[in-house]
């Protein structure tokens, strides 16, 4: 095994890598985990925190800089405070590495603080509603209360951006007003097209928004233009592009969106994702995986770097996705954590 960077067939190299926690949640969002939720196997099957460790480090020697936590919800794991502040000793060519989460936020008012603590560099939270009974029905679970108290908690320590997945007939009202509620408090929103994940079970033909669309809705509604803009200082290394404000009291304000479906970046990809079982996939839109859990399990220290190798190979030039719903494939977006 040479050890050097994770360079796949399109002479991308992979910098960033993202690890579900738990394929659980506490929300089940209807875009996202079918009502009847999913089955899960033996406890055993899920990595341990150590085994976590285990692998961030073998990606941080392979040039990964980044890695951001998520889920199901990764607030649920049990030993995530000390996750964090043990990965982010981790050490990468540039320093020490990135730790960053995606959470629904229900947990994050108590939580926050000691995530910042141990080191956590930026958090993203989900929220696609600020009216209460449209939060309660679109995520079946939540409570906006507790999700508003976890961003102004979040936001006095660190980095905070939010993703809104966008639905015509759902939010698209309050694209505008999210936008605002975010600016004010000093929070980059991101509006994310969505996508035909589980077979497309859970995509409503008719609910995208494209990312095009979505800017309008905001200019309009915040009589503003947005201008295209590198992202400077608020793009983390994932897909979204960034738009910043001309005009207006919101004048330098920044927005992103993520257009999986119209505005294609797998040309820009450079992560891989790990499911909480330890299954490797090199691309959200396709079922293949390899398995680090066998690899980190068995006694050839070569094992694992040989499925990560293996697996980039298997990275793809695009994704199947199609506007009605058809091309994604079967695994549904809370399994492998967006
Ligand atoms: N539970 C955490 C949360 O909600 O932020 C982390 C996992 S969640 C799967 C990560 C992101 O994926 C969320 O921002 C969610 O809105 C987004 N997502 C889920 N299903 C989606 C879909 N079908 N299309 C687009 N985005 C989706
Ligand atoms: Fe859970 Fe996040 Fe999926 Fe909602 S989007 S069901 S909070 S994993």
């Known amino acids: 095994m040479h050890g050097g960077p994770l360079v796949d067939r399109q002479e991308r190299t992979v910098r ?14 209807t875009y ?18 150590e085994e976590v460790v285990r692998l961030c480090e073998a990606f941080a020697r392979w040039g990964v800089e980044r890695v951001r936590l998520t889920g199901g919800e990764p607030t649920l794991r049990r030993g995530l405070v000390e996750l964090v502040a043990q990965l982010s ?78 639905l015509a007939g759902f939010n698209d009202d309050e694209l505008a007003e999210i936008t605002r509620w975010a600016w004010e408090r000093d929070v980059v929103p991101r509006f994310i097209e969505l996508m035909p994940m589980a077979s497309g079970e859970l995509f409503v033909p008719g609910e995208l928004m494209a990312a095009a669309e979505i800017r309008d809705r905001v200019a309009q509604g915040l009589d503003l233009r947005l201008r295209p803009d590198d992202g400077a200082g608020v793009a983390g290394a994932g897909p979204a592009t960034y738009w910043r404000a001309e005009g207006g009291r919101f004048r330098g304000r920044r927005l992103g969106t993520i257009a999986a479906m119209t505005e294609h970046f797998c040309e820009r990809c450079n992560r891989l994702r790990v499911s909480a079982t330890g299954r490797l996939h090199a691309c959200l839109a ?29 990275k793809r030039d695009g994704h199947g996705f ?3 719903g058809s091309g994604g494939p079967s695994k549904a977006m809370v399994s492998i954590g967006g």
């Open 32 to 49: 996202c985990m079918p009502e009847r939720g999913l089955e899960y196997g033996p406890r055993s099957e899920v990595l341990s925190l």
């Open 89 to 166: 000793t981790i050490p990468t060519a540039r320093g020490t590495l990135e730790v960053v989460m995606t959470t629904n936020g229900e947990r994050l008012e108590a939580l926050a603080p000691a995530l910042w603590r141990a080191g956590l560099r930026g958090l993203t939270v989900s929220l696609d509603s600020l009216e209460p009974e449209r939060f309660a029905r679109i995520t079946r679970r939540g409570t906006l209360r507790r999700v508003l108290a976890g961003v102004e908690a979040a936001r006095r320590g660190g980095p905070v951006k939010l993703n809104t997945v966008a």
């Open 286 to 314: 396709r079922d293949e995986t390899g398995d680090l859990r066998a690899a980190l399990r068995s006694s050839d220290p070569d094992r694992l770097e040989a499925v990560v190798r293996s697996a980039l190979g298997t």
């Open 16 to 29: 960033y890598l993202r690890v579900s926690l738990t394929d659980r949640c506490n929300y089940r969002c």
């Open 322 to 324: 199609n506007i009605d």
